[in-house]
Structure formats: structure tokens, C-alpha cells
């Protein structure tokens, strides 16, 4: 079963000298800017979502601090929550230069393979399997490392190694002195690749002003995180996977915190059982499970009865099988779509594994394009998660449009719509309730 897990983000930063170059415009530094958008990125997480983590580490330093020793390479905050006192230990960094030069410096001299290495250990020591982990690297060098053929191979080889384990890295990029950054130079597929499923490069443009480079990280603030992934069981023996994504869901407001009224700290909730007859304390291996047999009120007295059940009978009740999306038929499209009353909940986007399921692309698009030519609605059992109770879904075909906003991002993909539908016993047709019009 997929479960959601943090955003994790680590702001890859080039301190070297060329980012601290004056601009002609007699604007801030590219490196000032990058710290104005962390302290943005921080603000907005701490006001949207303050479980996810963000850490900050800067290369082409002269001070290095991190866990491995390499050299000019500083870890200047770790993979945390954020909280006030990184924001302004960041803002201290913009408003007074001089104190970036006085206690970690920059220098030209440094390794990018070992920079992403930190990061690989960082994730690997905080994160965990169901997080979701970026690297934002922020820089105005197209070929780092230029002349050491050696250590660009190592770059290259650690990204791959980054990318294998599910890492995906974003490049928001300035232009150096007189010149344009060349993508294709260096960083496009051989550190930077394109995300599963799209044909785009995680190269983003950001020249000009801090509203631009603001404007780029926050398009991707927001991770396309997915809502399941599960096997699509055609048959049996015969299945490729699926990835399920929410296109549409409600914002909710935040759960209130219990806090301190002493010390305004954020109060820690603790849940203890005791015995009714003894006031002792309970632990679970203590306690036993049951339900009333009989009914609450019984006809024929001293009939109530408890039937106790342990934890693992208790799981085996609720699981419904493992989950996966299985077919069990197909219906003609416009039987689905003529009644609106069929969707139960909003829908959800569903687009093949390719990752989990070699082969999967091949096998749905086929199908797609079957059920496009027939004009067929696919009707199957949708089991999302773990101990989740099977629901009957509709799987509407879409085919692509070639047709893109206005930030070249596609409008319309090829995929499915699934829709959740009731079951046979769901629909029913209350008795209207009668009304005398003569009466008020």
C-alpha cells in the first residue's frame, strides 16, 4: 500500500565567486536572491504545510562543515522542519555580506560528485521511504568542474545513483557575466532528467529578478505527489502498474495544537487506559476486543452476549485483499457519463507505472486507445490501500490534445478518469413524501 509521505527539499546552493558578482543593474547578488527565495520557501511552508523538511547546503566554500569532511562544501542547515530561527539566520546572511565572507567565505574549489553525495547521506539519515525527496540546484556555472573530465564522470555517476533511489533533481539557473547558460553544456540528462512519464528537463530560467526566481520555486512548492500506486490486475497472472494522482481536492483547515499555557511550547498528548474496578493502568496486552452479540436492546432478557476478538481477527475481518484496481467489465461510455449522480466523490487521474511494472506504458496505452475506439467505460473493483473496503469504479479513456497554457505546461493527457460509482443497492427511489396544499 502507498502511504503519503513528506516533502523533503534540499536547497543545492553555489557560493562560489561568480555568484556574489555585482549585476550591471546594481541589483542584489544571484546568491542574495537565492537566499530571499529560500526565506520565502520557508515562510510559505511554515504557513502551508510545517511537516514537510528543507535543508540548506552550499558549495564553493572556503569553511566546509559537513559530515564526511569534504572540502568546500557547507551544510547550513540540516534536513528540518522549518522554524523561526533558520529564517532569520538566513535574513542575517542577506542583509550584512560581510559576515558570509567572514565566517564561511567562497571559493572556486570543490567537487560537485561529493556535494551530491552530502545530499544522498542527508536524505538517507532523515528521510524516510514514503517521503518524497528534491534537489533544488541553484547555480550561474554551466560546466562545473571544467577540465577534470574525472570528476564530472563522478558527478554524473552520483546523480544516477540520486535518480535510482527515487531522487528527483530541479536546475534553476542564471545567466553567467556577458553570456547565456548553456543547459545542454553539462547539467541537461546527464545530472538533470526528465521525471517519469513527462518529456520536459527540470531546467528552469532564473535570470532576471528575485520575482522570477520566486516564481519558478513556487511552481514546483508543490510536488505532484501521488495519491496511490497499486498493480491494474487485467486477468489473472496478468497486471502492470498504475499511479493514481488527485486532480482536484479540498483544502482543509489545519488541526489546532495543544500548547503550554505557561510556556506557549507545544504540548505533547498522551492516552492512558485504567482499570474500572481497580483504577490501575492498562497496557494493550491487557485489554481484549468485543462486540455485543444480540442487539443492544435484546427481546428476551440476559441474550446479550460479548464475543471477544483479538487484534489479528480483527485485521483479517477488515481486509478485503491486497489492493490493486481489478477489471470486471465494460460498459458503453455514455451509460457512465448521461448520469451525473454516478460520481460519489471527485475523481482521480490514473497513469501507468513504469518504475514498479516494466512494460506497464506499452499495456495502457493499448488498452487506452481499445476502449477510445470502442467507446467503452472500463468497470472495475478499487481496493487503494490496505484495509480499505473495495469500491466500483468507472475508468473513462482520454486521449491527449495537443493544447498548453501559457507556461508550456500540457492542458489535456492521456490517461484515465476514475470515477467512482455506487453500487446496485446504493440507488434508491424514496417514497415522495405527500403534501396537502390546502394546509400552510
Given at each position: 500500500a502507498f502511504q503519503q509521505g513528506r516533502d523533503c527539499v534540499i536547497f543545492l546552493v553555489d557560493a562560489s565567486p561568480p555568484m556574489h558578482a555585482a549585476r550591471s543593474d546594481g541589483g542584489s547578488t544571484s546568491f542574495q536572491n537565492v537566499l530571499l527565495c529560500i526565506v520565502a520557501y520557508l515562510l510559505s511552508k511554515i504557513i502551508n504545510n510545517d511537516t514537510d523538511y528543507a535543508a540548506v547546503v552550499l558549495f564553493g566554500t572556503r569553511e566546509s562543515q559537513n559530515s564526511h569532511g569534504f572540502e568546500h562544501i557547507n551544510v547550513y542547515q540540516a534536513l528540518e522542519a522549518p522554524y523561526a530561527k533558520r529564517i532569520s539566520d538566513l535574513e542575517a546572511l542577506i542583509k550584512t555580506p560581510d559576515a558570509f565572507e567572514r565566517e564561511i567565505g567562497a571559493s572556486n574549489d570543490y567537487a560537485l560528485h561529493e556535494a551530491l553525495w552530502i545530499c544522498n547521506t542527508i536524505f538517507s539519515k532523515t528521510a524516510k521511504k514514503a517521503d518524497t525527496k528534491r534537489i533544488f540546484i541553484l547555480t550561474n556555472n554551466d560546466t562545473p568542474n571544467a577540465g577534470r573530465i574525472d570528476l564530472q564522470r563522478s558527478a554524473i555517476t552520483r546523480a544516477g545513483d540520486l535518480h535510482d533511489t527515487g531522487t528527483i533533481m530541479h536546475l534553476f539557473y542564471f545567466d553567467p557575466p556577458e553570456r547565456r547558460f548553456d543547459c545542454d553544456a553539462f547539467y541537461k540528462e546527464k545530472i538533470i532528467k526528465a521525471e517519469d512519464g513527462e518529456e520536459n528537463?527540470?531546467?528552469?530560467?532564473?535570470?532576471?529578478?528575485?520575482?522570477?526566481?520566486?516564481?519558478?520555486?513556487?511552481?514546483?512548492?508543490?510536488?505532484?505527489?501521488?495519491?496511490?500506486?497499486?498493480?491494474?490486475?487485467?486477468?489473472?497472472?496478468?497486471?502492470?502498474?498504475?499511479?493514481?494522482?488527485?486532480?482536484?481536492?479540498?483544502?482543509?483547515?489545519s488541526d489546532y495544537t495543544y500548547l503550554v499555557g505557561a510556556t506557549n511550547e507545544e504540548a505533547q498528548a498522551v492516552t492512558s487506559y485504567v482499570c474500572k474496578t481497580t483504577a490501575?493502568?492498562?497496557?494493550?496486552?491487557?485489554?481484549?476486543?468485543?462486540?455485543?452479540?444480540?442487539?443492544?436492546?435484546?427481546?428476551?432478557?440476559?441474550?446479550?452476549?460479548?464475543?471477544?476478538?483479538?487484534?489479528?481477527?480483527?485485521?483479517?475481518?477488515?481486509?478485503?485483499?491486497?489492493?490493486?484496481?481489478?477489471?470486471?467489465?465494460?460498459?458503453?461510455?455514455?451509460?457512465?457519463?448521461?448520469?451525473?449522480?454516478?460520481?460519489?466523490?471527485?475523481?482521480?487521474?490514473?497513469?501507468?507505472?513504469?518504475?514498479?511494472?516494466?512494460?506497464?506504458?506499452?499495456?495502457?496505452?493499448?488498452?487506452?486507445?481499445?476502449?477510445?475506439?470502442?467507446?467503452?467505460?472500463?468497470?472495475?473493483?478499487?481496493?487503494?490501500?490496505?484495509?480499505?473496503?473495495?469500491?466500483?469504479?468507472?475508468?473513462?479513456?482520454?486521449?491527449?490534445?495537443?493544447?498548453?497554457d501559457d507556461r508550456n505546461n500540457l492542458i489535456r493527457p492521456s490517461g484515465f478518469h476514475l470515477i467512482h460509482i455506487p453500487f446496485a443497492d446504493d440507488i434508491r427511489k424514496p417514497p415522495a413524501p405527500e403534501f396537502d396544499p390546502e394546509v400552510e
Open positions: 528537463f527540470n531546467c528552469h530560467d532564473a535570470t532576471g529578478k528575485l520575482e522570477e526566481l520566486m516564481r519558478q520555486v513556487r511552481q514546483k512548492e508543490f510536488k505532484k505527489r501521488t495519491a496511490f500506486k497499486i498493480p491494474f490486475i487485467l486477468g489473472d497472472g496478468f497486471e502492470f502498474g498504475v499511479n493514481g494522482y488527485n486532480l482536484f481536492n479540498e483544502t482543509k483547515i490501575q493502568l492498562l497496557s494493550h496486552g491487557d485489554m481484549d476486543y468485543y462486540y455485543v452479540y444480540g442487539g443492544k436492546k435484546p427481546l428476551v432478557r440476559n441474550t446479550k452476549k460479548k464475543v471477544i476478538f483479538t487484534q489479528a481477527e480483527l485485521a483479517t475481518i477488515r481486509s478485503f485483499g491486497d489492493p490493486g484496481l481489478r477489471l470486471i467489465g465494460f460498459k458503453p461510455l455514455q451509460s457512465v457519463l448521461r448520469k451525473p449522480y454516478y460520481n460519489l466523490k471527485h475523481s482521480a487521474f490514473i497513469y501507468p507505472d513504469e518504475v514498479s511494472y516494466t512494460g506497464s506504458s506499452a499495456v495502457f496505452v493499448q488498452l487506452l486507445a481499445r476502449l477510445v475506439a470502442l467507446e467503452k467505460a472500463a468497470i472495475c473493483s478499487f481496493i487503494p490501500r490496505k484495509n480499505a473496503a473495495p469500491r466500483l469504479v468507472a475508468l473513462l479513456p482520454q486521449l491527449q490534445l495537443e493544447e498548453f
